[in-house]
């Protein structure tokens, strides 16, 4: 089997009928790349930086941060998504900062909320990544938004950044893209005109599926509710999908749910061209796009969409696994 998925590896991600599909890995370290490499994934479509941030008694510096950036754009040579720090719920910051809580909750102070309301943790990130960006190609992806100032205040904190380094005669990338995660139900509803402010989207499906259907993901008990085929949250994935279309802006699905190939039929379906995922499962999903026509899965698709119980949805889904 392993040898099977081996000879995936340098196959040109494509399905049956033609359309390009990008396969992407989700990084958490720069020793991930190993396999990230092995798997000859596209590029980072999202490094969780947080790790960098948790578990130690001082944030560390801009000059650590951007050391670390530059390793994992040069080491790689391939296109890598850098997410702001997402701080919240599961992830939770050991040293202090200014008015810091025991913990961030998941409708908390997390995410671009906790570094709009803490600059001092989110200027030298940005400065990191923007003096990082003149080594590769590298985007930034901002955690969580929910509402356009949002975006507009971290869109003018990264100009100000830029200009802060042009007059230090610092080099960066001036194009560097900006994307927005959309994992809160307000930002897929109101994903066509978060389309207008921003170069890409990308779904954050752990995070909608648990506001959308009010599940904690990190509590057991109500494990079982936890759906991503739920229609609730599929006709949120596709609205975010057309308003990508829309735009003519990129759109990609990093949650885990892009890992597993028991979706990407439903997923290509629902017209997604970008999964990042862990790089262990990204043969697998490689395999199911390889022998998937595109142009047999949408009426399917709408079947599961428009199921009206799970059964009937489950039935749909193994229908569309099977073409
Ligand atoms: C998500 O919410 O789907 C996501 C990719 O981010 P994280 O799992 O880090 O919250
Ligand atoms: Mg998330």
Redesign the pocket.
């Known amino acids: 089997r392993e040898k099977e998925l081996g000879n995936l590896i340098r196959r040109k991600t494509k399905t049956l009928d033609g359309e390009r599909i990008h396969l992407l890995a989700n990084i958490e370290s720069a020793k991930e790349l190993r396999e990230v490499k092995r798997v000859n994934a596209e590029g980072v479509g ?1 490094y ?1 930086t947080e790790y960098l941030f948790m578990n130690r008694a001082t944030a560390p510096t801009e000059n650590e941060q951007f050391r670390d950036y530059k390793k994992i754009v040069t080491q790689i040579d391939r296109p890598v998504v850098i997410r702001t720090l ?1 701080i919240g719920g599961d992830k939770q910051l050991a040293f202090n900062y200014p008015n810091k809580r025991s913990s961030e909750s998941p409708l908390g102070l997390r995410a671009v909320r906790l570094c709009l309301n803490h600059v001092e943790l989110f200027r030298p990130q940005l400065r990191a990544i923007l003096r990082a960006s003149a080594f590769g190609k590298l985007s930034i992806l901002i955690p969580m938004v929910s509402n356009f100032d949002e975006i507009n205040q971290v869109l003018t904190i990264i100009k100000q950044t830029k200009r802060e380094l042009k007059s230090a005669n610092i080099a960066f990338d001036p194009r560097v893209k900006i994307g927005g995660m959309i ?1 809160v139900p307000a930002a897929a509803i109101m994903a066509d005109i978060f389309a207008q402010k921003l170069d890409f989207l990308s779904i ?5 599926i648990q506001y959308t259907l009010a599940i904690d993901r990190v509590d057991d008990a109500v494990n079982y509710l936890y759906d991503p085929t739920h229609p609730a949250v599929l006709q949120l994935i596709r609205t975010v999908i057309r308003a990508g279309e829309k735009a003519n802006i990129p759109v990609s699905l ?2 885990e749910m892009a890992g597993n190939d028991r979706y990407t039929r439903l997923l290509l379906g629902l017209g997604l061209k970008n999964f990042s995922m862990d790089a262990t499962y990204l043969l697998n999903v490689k395999e199911q796009v390889l022998s998937a026509d595109t142009s047999k899965l949408r009426y399917l698709v709408g079947k599961v969409i428009n199921a009206d119980n799970t059964t009937e949805a489950r039935e749909f889904l193994s229908k569309l696994n099977a073409v």
């Open positions: 999202l969780r997402d994992e954050g499906t752990n995070d909608l990093c949650g």
